[in-house]
């Protein structure tokens, strides 16, 4: 199925503001409509179009071409459903980081996005004749990893930051190879620092929903509340007495009801060889990357 409107995918990545945008985006519906601009809340698009793109991750090649148009169905379907309708739209914003995959794998197997090229190819598929932008944001590794890793704490998956960190493939993992299999996909990406999104919210979400979008339609960029050193401190000394469950409940009761007295602060990984190592990883990618950076936003 050719979709007749155009389609924004806002892949992510995790941890680079894409539930700030997701909730502006939701917050401003009446005035997409206005627009003719469709989107899907990801309360509604994890519902029912997410999973069956995961299923269709899974499906033996026999069974794709029937699962893409079932997943074509579901999205119009979706469309529908938010409110929209898809006859009078001329942009579909898809806003959803696990397009990409899991953040598990970096817990499990160290590696960032393992079959996202896979993925990739399986989203060209789906919107195979349409006229598609990628938009993507990556984020200085140091800070990502901790975000990330902090993330996964809140899944269930509880271990010391140090072992975390000690199983990375910090060599295998790149923002270069990641937009390199979004493009080989989908065509050039749209590309920002998650670093200059608080500076350059307007331009980067003028260029998502292609059309001006002023400050006052931005609301106040509120972090996700994620876990604290106190709150790590507290989940570490329960492992032994609590089950798998029970620490997952732990872990998420202290991200959103506990507050703890000052000092505290954000997970950060400790200074020293291997921080510097990502730092200038960072820094060298984003040279490589600068032409494809929207036009306004600097290193």
Known sequence: MSFPFRIHIHLGAHKTATTFIQNNLARQQPWLREQQIAYIPLATLRQHFTPSFWALTQAQTADQAALIGQLCATLLADIHASGFDPEHTRLL??????????LGSLNHKGV???ELAKRMQLLAQVFAGCDVQAFLAIRNYRDFYASAYAETLRQGHIKPLERFVGGLDLSGNSWLTVVAAVEAALGPVALWPYEQFRHHAPLILGNLLQTEVTPDRIGQHIARPS???????VAMASR????ATEMKKLVNLLID?????QPDGRIAMAEGEVVERLDAQYQAELEVLAGKFMVGIPL
């Open 257 to 261: 009801k506990m507050v703890f007295e």
């Open 93 to 102: 914003v898809l806003s959803e980081e696990n397009l990409l995959g899991a």
């Open 112 to 114: 960032l996005y393992p």
């Open 227 to 233: 876990l604290t050193r106190k709150g790590l401190a």
């Open 240 to 243: 032994g007495g609590l089950s």
